[in-house]
């Protein structure tokens, strides 16, 4: 079975904080996401990538960025963390356009 | 411009008691639509694909079913475990690789 790993399930931060969370995934998916999921919002895409290097704003891009050096790594980085980032970060994956996603476990992210 | 939307927004249900959550979905040349299960503080999990209507899909005590414009997820003598919340996805032609959610509906089945 594809594994789609979260480097953290748990993280408090500072405001103004650099922060890096780390995904991934085991199985050479072409397709990588970063969703974040709050209460009455549902799952709202951050960004996402088709390949190496490559990367695609998705609906609420600001305040974040990416990066994606390998093929399996897909890491989200809040600049300069605020308490309006405080939410339940979600890693997926896909083989390709279309296919389903797998999704890592999750990072709870607190910001004070 | 795509749109999935699903209904009821939460549904209690007796152990035993059958029912069905919808999934809506208005999309430019559907390409697939997938059902989710979220437990609290965990990821989705895959559940089924579903590529045209009348097509149907089962596991256990749940069966997956589309057609031109909805997909239910029916869910038969239902046990506390099948309490979580249920994610519809669709992706288009339109949609570029990113699936399309809809907000979910949490179901909880009480002993």
């Known amino acids: 079975d594809v594994k789609v790993t979260q480097s953290s399930r748990y993280l408090v931060k500072r405001t103004g904080e650099k922060v890096f969370l780390e995904c991934v995934q085991d199985?050479?998916?072409?397709?990588m996401f970063w969703y974040r999921q709050d209460p009455g919002l549902g799952l709202r895409l951050i960004y996402f990538?088709?390949?190496?290097?490559?990367?695609e704003k998705g609906d609420i891009p600001e305040g974040y960025s990416v990066s994606r050096e390998k093929k399996e790594r897909f890491s989200l980085i809040l600049e300069s963390a605020s308490t309006n980032q405080t939410s339940m970060y979600l890693c997926?994956?896909?083989?390709?356009?279309?296919?389903?996603?797998?999704f890592g476990s999750g990072t709870r992210l607190t910001v004070v | 411009e795509d749109q999935v939307t699903q209904s009821p927004e939460a549904l209690r249900l007796q152990e035993g008691e059958s029912s069905s959550l919808n999934c809506s979905y208005t999309?430019?040349?559907?390409?697939?639509l997938f059902w989710y299960r979220q437990d609290p503080g965990k990821g989705p999990e895959f559940l089924f694909t579903?590529?045209?209507a009348g097509e149907e899909k089962e596991k256990e005590r749940l069966k997956a079913t589309l057609t031109k414009k909805e997909s239910f997820l029916h869910i038969t003598a239902p046990k506390p475990e099948d309490s979580a919340t249920y994610l519809c996805?669709?992706?288009?032609?339109?949609?570029?690789?990113?699936?399309?959610f809809g907000q979910g509906t949490t179901l909880q089945v009480k002993p």
């Open positions: 997926a994956s896909s083989f390709f356009q279309g296919y389903g996603y797998t």
């Open positions: 199985m050479d998916h072409e397709n």
């Open positions: 990538s088709y390949d190496v290097k490559m990367k």
């Open positions: 999309v430019s040349g559907l390409r697939g």
């Open positions: 579903l590529y045209s």
């Open positions: 996805a669709v992706f288009g032609s339109s949609n570029t690789g990113k699936l399309i």
